[in-house]
């Protein structure tokens, strides 16, 4: 059962603006683990881009209701699709939590957070929110690194808790999983068109041949 949302601002919405596409929408609001999501699109792996200590966003200090210069642990992964970056993710704990209840996240290494977040009973989860990404946001910065900054960008956050400690997971979507869903929806229509036109075809020859009724 998901816990209540943080405090969100103006930007960050529960329900994705109305102007956004099918797929867009269905990907800001999917449960459960998005590197599982992505495995339905082919081989995924996690580059490590940066761990380190920083301060929280703007944004991230106001949701949690923490200090603004709390430090905090930071991880920032690019989650890549037959090696082809797909999602940039950001998250945070604050740093005494990263020694402590949420120790295991400076151990992941290469492997997926998601190993911690749905793996243990004892971890629930906000509700998701999303927003539109501009150039003057952070995870703007981040898309920029894997070479996406030509189109608009979307992102999702939630916090996970175990034992009352945050851990807020933010994953920026990159363009190149909109291009494969899209895609992929192309292949779909072709496939049906070709089976419709197929059936008319064998339709036809039957009444050619008086076979049909």
Known sequence: MPISTARVD??????????????HTDWLTRGGSLTAHL????????????????????????ALSIAPR???WVREVALKVDDVPFVVAHSIVPLAHSTGIWQSMRRLRTRPLAELLYSDSSVSRSVLVSRSVTARHPLH???????DTKHALVARRSVF????????????????????LAASDERTHHRDHARAYDHLASHAKRIVRGEAK
Do not use: K, Y
């Open 141 to 147: 910065r981040l898309a920029a690194r894997q070479g």
């Open 70 to 72: 709390t430090p905090v």
């Open 161 to 180: 808790r175990r034992h009352g400690a945050p851990l807020m997971v933010t994953e920026c979507m990159l363009d190149a999983l909109w291009s494969t």
């Open 39 to 62: 495995r339905t699109l082919g081989r995924v792996t996690v580059e490590v881009t940066r761990e380190a200590v920083d301060r929280p966003w703007r944004d991230e200090w106001r």
């Open 10 to 23: 103006r930007h960050w919405r529960i329900a994705p603006r109305p102007s956004l596409g099918a797929h």
